[in-house]
């Protein structure tokens, strides 16, 4: 079984900076990818910046250059630097792990950590 969860949220003025975390814990599987994603209400959740299973970034467009993807494999931990917020960055944003176990991938999500970006 794999627990993901997410921490770091809060409340930030727009041109803040925020830093997400967040801890994989597992019993069994290998993760090969792990990533953030958000949700606003009434719209479809999003990536906002993942690692492949190669090791590479991938970041929405609206994020490049102002935030930053980064891990540490030894605490199966990813991070999300967030500078030069927006408002339209507000949202609640998850983490995902995706774990092969036996073969077969599987996903796993937070419960996800509220970003509010407002004055």
């Known amino acids: 079984q794999v627990r993901v969860v997410e921490s770091g949220g809060g409340l930030v003025q727009p041109g803040g900076s925020l830093r997400l975390s967040c801890v994989a814990s597992r019993n069994s599987g290998t993760i090969n990818a792990m990533g953030w994603y958000r949700q606003v209400p009434g719209k479809e959740r999003e990536l906002v910046a993942t690692?492949?299973?190669?090791?590479?970034?991938n970041y929405a467009d609206s994020v490049k250059a102002r935030f930053t993807i980064s891990r540490n494999d030894a605490k199966d931990a990813v991070y999300l630097q967030m500078n030069s917020l927006k408002p339209e960055d507000t949202a609640v944003y998850y983490c995902?792990?995706?774990?092969?176990?036996?073969?077969?991938?599987?996903?796993?999500w937070g419960q996800g950590t509220q970003v509010t970006v407002s004055s």
């Open positions: 690692f492949t299973s190669g090791g590479n970034t």
């Open positions: 995902n792990a995706r774990v092969t176990l036996w073969s077969r991938v599987y996903s796993y």
